[in-house]
T-cell receptor
Framework: NAGVTQTPKFQVLKTGQSMTLQCAQD?????MSWYRQDPGMGLRLIHY???????DQGEVPNGYNVSRSTTEDFPLRLLSAAPSQTSVYFC???????????FGPGTRLTVT | KNEVEQSPQNLTAQEGEFITINCSYS?????LHWLQQHPGGGIVSLFMLSSGKKKHGRLIATINIQEKHSSLHITASHPRDSAVYICAVNTGNQFYFGTGTSLTVIP
C-alpha cells in the first residue's frame, strides 16, 4: 500500500494564480481531510469529506475548494492564490472503525 | 478558543532524561492521538487512546477521561527523539490539534 500520497511536494505561485493540490489514498478510507500548518498555529482543518460525494467546510475554508468524486481522491483547489495561503498543506485519511489518521508527506506552497 | 492545549511549547533535555509532555482538551472526544513530526518531515501517529495507558518501546501515553488530560512520557530520551509532538482529539467527523511541543534532546 502506498498509503496517502500528495503532489506536488513544493510549489511556488504568483498572486492570483490557481492550482490544484492532489491527494490520493489506497486504504479505502471513507474520511479524508485537508489541513494547513502554519508556525505557532498547529494544524487547521480546511475541508473534509466523509465519503464520495460528501464534503464539508472546516475552520479555514475561504479561498479553497474541494470535491470527492471517488473514495481514493480528494483534490484541493486554490481559486486565486494569495500570500496568506503560503503554508504547508497536509492531506490525511482515516476510517470510522479505527480513527487513526494517516498523513500524506505534505506540500510546501509559497505564494509571492 | 483552543479545544486542545499542550505544554510546554518548547523543551530541551539532556540525553537519558525522562520527558513529559502534557495535553488538555475541552471537548467530548472519542479518541486522543499523539503524533510525531520530525523537522521538514511528515506526520506519523504514535498512539491512539480512549482510556488508560499505552506503551511502545520508550514511549508511554496516558489519558484521564474525567480530567480531560493526557500525558506523553519518553523514558531514557535520545537525540533521535528530537521532533515536534502533537496532541490531537477526534470528535467524530473532525480532529482538533494542539500547537505542538518542540523537543530537542542534547547528546
Amino acid at each position: 500500500n502506498a498509503g496517502v500520497t500528495q503532489t506536488p511536494k513544493f510549489q511556488v505561485l504568483k498572486t492570483g494564480q490557481s492550482m490544484t493540490l492532489q491527494c490520493a489514498q489506497d486504504m479505502n478510507h471513507e474520511y479524508m481531510s485537508w489541513y494547513r500548518q502554519d508556525p505557532g498555529m498547529g494544524l487547521r482543518l480546511i475541508h473534509y469529506s466523509v465519503g464520495a460525494g460528501i464534503t464539508d467546510q472546516g475552520e479555514v475554508p475561504n479561498g479553497y475548494n474541494v470535491s470527492r468524486s471517488t473514495t481514493e481522491d480528494f483534490p484541493l483547489r486554490l481559486l486565486s492564490a494569495a500570500p496568506s495561503q503560503t503554508s504547508v498543506y497536509f492531506c490525511a485519511s482515516w476510517t470510522s472503525g479505527r480513527p487513526q489518521q494517516y498523513f500524506g508527506p505534505g506540500t510546501r506552497l509559497t505564494v509571492t | 478558543k483552543n479545544e486542545v492545549e499542550q505544554s510546554p511549547q518548547n523543551l530541551t533535555a539532556q540525553e537519558g532524561e525522562f520527558i513529559t509532555i502534557n495535553c488538555s482538551y475541552s471537548v467530548g472526544i472519542s479518541a486522543l492521538h499523539w503524533l510525531q513530526q520530525h523537522p521538514g518531515g511528515g506526520i506519523v501517529s504514535l498512539f491512539m487512546l480512549s482510556s488508560g495507558k499505552k506503551k511502545h518501546g520508550r514511549l508511554i501515553a496516558t489519558i484521564n477521561i474525567q480530567e480531560k488530560h493526557s500525558s506523553l512520557h519518553i523514558t531514557a530520551s535520545h537525540p533521535r527523539d528530537s521532533a515536534v509532538y502533537i496532541c490531537a482529539v477526534n470528535t467524530g467527523n473532525q480532529f482538533y490539534f494542539g500547537t505542538g511541543t518542540s523537543l530537542t534532546v542534547i547528546p
